[in-house]
């Protein structure tokens, strides 16, 4: 084993997609890096494994196109529920016109590998423990690997340890659970649709006694004969999740074993809590920020936070010479701060018991309103675009965080 470093330019705690595509732009422009984490990979990581055209987007910057074009693609997602099913094309415009899913194990340490080959220095099985701050400034991290403490110094840090954060807990992050967030979980099954060309989602999503719950259910295809199946429910600290999320996945995966040829018991079933649009504040300080979950960079209306990892990565690694304790939250304000807001506005409204079941049969009646939420829940809208949808997303989001006790991030 090569020697583990003891300073470096720029320490990246966490190799999840966020910290690793940090570290990926962070070497590629010519820093120092150390990429460090708790797990020695590859290592799981509960989720739906689903890449929206975003996280294509990202992973095609990073070189990784024809690699998870190689796994599966799929050209939309398919919306069940009310009594509907609708076939919704991914918009396109400046985003790729496709997604793709691939399982986390195998996608996270391809994506850590190209950090390695863009020249970072990989330390892996060591926990990011403490933090030496001295004027303000983070000069080491202090990590523990088996019964072996050691100190990393850096000149800056990316802190990308996921969504409990205890480095960033340390440095003062702190999680808001007023605002709306998820509780999900996730399992392998059999399935002879593995190759489905579209992702699914039941937006009816009911408890075992037919009680309407605010969330939804997945089965997003993998190939290999197999489907990753999950349910998530949104919460707040007002209405706290009263849902068992693993019976509740049970319940929804035997629901749909004949029409999606699901077949054998589910695997590795997991749950996991989520924070959502940007509901923390302590993000950043003179020489540190947060990145990906750790900075709730999660859309909190579908949940998904691997494009936001990747993306807030390789912003923050443009910016490591900024003063990033105001630089970093106005960054992340200026990129996501309207979207996430109204997104989380519009989702806090889904957890009031019976709005989804008044106002989804009305959404699932039109295939044109539909396209439309799926393109505003997947935050598929970048500043380039122009059309008519896009701009009213956009000053739905300004207005929104106009209106916020607490805008994202703060
Ligand atoms: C059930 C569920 C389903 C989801 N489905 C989707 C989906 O389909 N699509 C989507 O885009 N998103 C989905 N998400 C969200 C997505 O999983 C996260 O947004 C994404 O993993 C964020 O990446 P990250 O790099 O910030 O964190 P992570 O992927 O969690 O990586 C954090 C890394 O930090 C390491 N670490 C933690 N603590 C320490 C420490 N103290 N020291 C050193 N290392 C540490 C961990 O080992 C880990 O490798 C889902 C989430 C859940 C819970």
């Given at each position: 084993m090569p020697?583990?470093?003891?300073?470096t330019?720029?320490?990246?705690?966490?190799?999840?997609?966020?910290?690793a595509?940090?570290?990926?732009?962070?070497?590629?422009?010519g820093?120092?890096?150390?990429?460090?984490d708790?797990?020695?990979?590859?290592?799981?990581?509960?989720?739906?494994?689903?890449?929206?055209?975003?996280?294509?987007?990202?992973?095609?910057?990073?070189?990784?196109?024809?690699?998870?074009?190689?796994?599966?693609?799929?050209?939309?997602?398919?919306?069940?529920?009310?009594?509907?099913?609708l076939?919704?094309?991914?918009?396109g415009?400046?985003?790729?016109?496709?997604?793709?899913?691939?399982?986390?194990?195998?996608?996270?340490?391809?994506?850590?590998?190209?950090?390695?080959?863009?020249?970072?220095?990989?330390?892996?099985?060591?926990k990011?423990?403490?933090?030496?701050?001295?004027?303000?400034?983070?000069?080491?991290?202090?990590?523990?690997?088996?019964?072996?403490?050691?100190?990393i110094?850096?000149?800056r840090?990316v802190?990308?340890?996921?969504?409990?954060?205890?480095?960033?807990?340390?440095?003062?992050?702190?999680w808001?659970q007023?605002?709306?967030?998820?509780?999900?979980g996730?399992?392998?099954?059999?399935?002879?649709?593995?190759?489905?060309?579209?992702?699914?989602?039941?937006?009816?999503?009911?408890g075992?006694?037919?009680?309407?719950?605010?969330?939804?259910?997945?089965?997003?295809?993998?190939g290999?004969?197999?489907?990753?199946?999950?349910?998530?429910?949104?919460?707040?600290?007002?209405?706290?999740?009263?849902v068992?999320?693993?019976?509740?996945?049970?319940?929804y995966?035997?629901?749909?074993?004949a029409?999606?040829?699901?077949?054998?018991?589910?695997?590795?079933?997991?749950?996991?809590?989520?924070?959502?649009?940007?509901?923390?504040?302590?993000?950043?300080?003179?020489?540190w920020?947060?990145?990906g979950?750790?900075?709730?960079?999660?859309?909190?209306l579908?949940?998904?936070?691997?494009?936001?990892?990747?993306?807030t990565?390789?912003?923050?690694a443009?910016?490591?010479?900024?003063?990033?304790?105001?630089?970093?939250?106005a960054?992340?304000?200026?990129?996501?701060?309207?979207?996430?807001?109204?997104?989380?506005?519009?989702a806090?409204i889904?957890?009031?018991?019976?709005?989804?079941?008044?106002l989804?049969?009305?959404g699932?009646?039109?295939?044109?309103?539909?396209?439309l939420?799926?393109r505003?829940?997947?935050?598929?809208?970048?500043?380039?675009?122009?059309?008519?949808?896009?701009?009213?997303w956009?000053?739905?989001g300004?207005?929104?965080?106009?209106?916020?006790?607490?805008?994202?991030?703060?």
């Amino acid at each position: 084993m090569p020697a583990t470093p003891t300073r470096t330019d720029v320490l990246v705690v966490g190799a999840g997609p966020a910290g690793a595509s940090a570290a990926a732009w962070a070497a590629r422009s010519g820093r120092d890096v150390v990429l460090a984490d708790a797990a020695v990979f590859p290592r799981d990581k509960t989720c739906g494994d689903g890449l929206t055209p975003r996280a294509v987007e990202e992973l095609d910057r990073l070189g990784l196109g024809d690699w998870v074009r190689g796994h599966t693609v799929n050209q939309g997602l398919r919306a069940h529920g009310f009594g509907q099913t609708l076939h919704l094309r991914w918009p396109g415009g400046t985003l790729p016109d496709h997604g793709s899913a691939v399982p986390r194990t195998e996608l996270d340490a391809r994506i850590r590998q190209v950090a390695l080959e863009s020249g970072a220095t990989g330390v892996e099985g060591a926990k990011a423990v403490d933090a030496r701050v001295e004027g303000g400034r983070v000069r080491a991290v202090t990590f523990r690997r088996g019964e072996e403490t050691f100190d990393i110094e850096c000149e800056r840090l990316v802190v990308a340890d996921g969504v409990r954060s205890g480095l960033g807990k340390v440095l003062g992050r702190e999680w808001h659970q007023d605002t709306v967030y998820a509780v999900a979980g996730r399992c392998y099954v059999d399935s002879d649709r593995s190759d489905d060309p579209w992702i699914s989602s039941h937006l009816e999503l009911r408890g075992e006694s037919g009680e309407a719950l605010p969330g939804y259910g997945w089965i997003f295809p993998l190939g290999g004969g197999q489907v990753n199946v999950g349910v998530g429910t949104l919460a707040t600290t007002k209405r706290p999740a009263s849902v068992a999320i693993k019976p509740l996945m049970k319940h929804y995966t035997d629901e749909r074993r004949a029409e999606f040829g699901l077949s054998g018991e589910q695997r590795m079933p997991t749950s996991a809590l989520l924070p959502m649009g940007g509901a923390v504040s302590g993000v950043a300080g003179a020489n540190w920020a947060l990145v990906g979950d750790a900075a709730a960079c999660v859309n909190p209306l579908n949940g998904e936070g691997i494009d936001y990892g990747l993306e807030t990565g390789r912003l923050l690694a443009a910016h490591l010479d900024d003063d990033l304790l105001t630089a970093w939250p106005a960054l992340l304000r200026e990129e996501y701060g309207d979207a996430f807001s109204v997104a989380r506005r519009l989702a806090a409204i889904f957890t009031v018991p019976k709005t989804l079941a008044a106002l989804g049969p009305v959404g699932m009646r039109s295939d044109w309103l539909m396209t439309l939420a799926l393109r505003w829940m997947g935050n598929l809208v970048t500043d380039e675009d122009r059309d008519r949808s896009a701009r009213i997303w956009r000053w739905a989001g300004r207005r929104s965080i106009n209106l916020d006790a607490r805008p994202p991030f703060t």
